[in-house]
């Protein structure tokens, strides 16, 4: 994506300084009834104060879920501002802070409200389905959201009751739901510059030389990529199948963040990042996400200090159009789990 601007680096922290920022943030959570919710492309220090304070760690759905039901007044959001908005979106009742207001993500970037509006009123025959990586705007103006675990289901289930389909942002996680659903996806052309990065090329060079590693792949890399992989799925997807895959190697084609919780779940098995386009400091957003590694201690810290500048604020009447969608996908989920697949959701007349 040409012409995006990409923060300045965090500084980095001496292990005394990391512990001390977190032993003073969980005490600032606890003064403030407050949880800290991280995203798995967060530092590792960040996903240990979760943790280490009750708070949780996950995939963009899952937070959305339990900062819902957390029975806190401060949500803390560490990861982008998606997943802040999303959060006031489903709690407008509580206080939801994020360490930096300014967290993009080049999905958000690609698809701005009065595009998105354009295409929708060109193709009104179409169900607008929206991948969770968008603004509240865009949000507001879509008739489902979804994330990359529940994104598949979702468009299977439409697909089955013969809904066309229109799809934003994520151009490779929407061929991939295509090509998986055979589903008529009119799709948005935006995508992950972190995902985006990895290569073809140096993924077989790789897999030779660890000719035993399974390749996970989050769907959001692009199509050659993706069709390399042993298993392709969302974060915690991927998280759960490395846990179950009876293979001592792994190459993780997705942000490094996630090594974290996997060293952590699963301490035998050998983690190997998969290759990406650029090299060391020259590459901004290769297998970790800029705007993610926004969500620095020091500013977890300063947004418990003064909620000025860390508030995240959606417009009223943005959050109620937006809440629908975001509700259904909840909804979706719950009806899956109860019913196992989609085809028994369709059978039993689950309509959402
Ligand atoms: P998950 O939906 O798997 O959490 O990943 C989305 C993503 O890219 C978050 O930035
Ligand atoms: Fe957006 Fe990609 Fe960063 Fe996720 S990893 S926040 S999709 S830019």
């Not at 199509?223 to 759960?240: C, E, K, P, R, Y």
């Amino acid at each position: 994506m040409s012409g995006i601007a990409y923060p300045e680096p965090e500084p980095e922290l001496s292990e005394a300084e990391k512990k001390s920022l977190q032993d003073q943030i969980a005490l600032k959570l606890r003064e403030r009834n407050a949880v800290l919710i991280a995203h798995y492309y967060t530092a590792p220090e960040v996903q240990e104060l979760a943790d280490k304070t009750g708070g949780f760690i996950g995939d963009s759905l899952e937070m959305a879920r339990w900062g819902k039901n957390a029975p806190a007044e401060t949500l803390l959001v560490a990861g982008v501002r998606f997943m802040g908005e999303t959060a006031k979106i489903l709690s407008p009742e509580k206080t939801v802070l994020m360490p930096d207001l300014g967290a993009e993500c080049s999905l958000d970037l690609g698809c701005p409200a009065p595009e998105f509006q354009k295409l929708r009123e060109e193709e009104p025959d179409r169900v607008a389905v929206v991948y969770a990586n968008t603004s509240a705007a865009v949000k507001a103006l879509s008739d489902y959201v979804a994330t990359s675990s529940c994104a598949i289901d979702l468009i299977h289930y439409l697909d089955l009751q013969g809904k066309k389909i229109l799809w934003a942002p994520d151009r490779h996680l929407g061929a991939y739901v295509a090509q998986e659903t055979g589903a008529d996806m009119l799709r948005w052309q935006a995508h992950c510059v972190v995902h985006d990065s990895f290569k073809e090329d140096a993924l077989r060079d790789l897999k030779a030389e660890h000719p035993d590693a399974a390749v996970m792949v989050h769907p959001e890399a692009p199509a050659a990529v993706t069709a390399m992989a042993d298993f392709a799925g969302s974060t915690s997807q991927i998280l759960n199948k490395v846990r179950e895959m009876d293979r001592k190697e792994f190459i993780i084609a997705t942000e490094t963040g996630i090594f974290y919780k996997i060293s952590q779940a699963c301490p035998d098995k050998v983690l190997i990042p998969a290759p990406t386009g650029g090299h060391g400091a020259t590459c901004q957003s290769c297998a970790h996400c800029p705007w993610m590694r926004m969500s620095a201690l020091p500013k977890l810290l300063a947004a418990l200090e003064s909620s000025q500048g860390h508030n995240v604020e959606v417009p009223e009447d943005i959050r109620e159009k937006a809440l629908l969608p975001v509700q259904r996908m909840l909804d979706f989920n719950q009806a899956l789990k109860k019913h196992g697949s989609v085809e028994e959701m369709v059978r039993a007349g689950v309509r959402i």
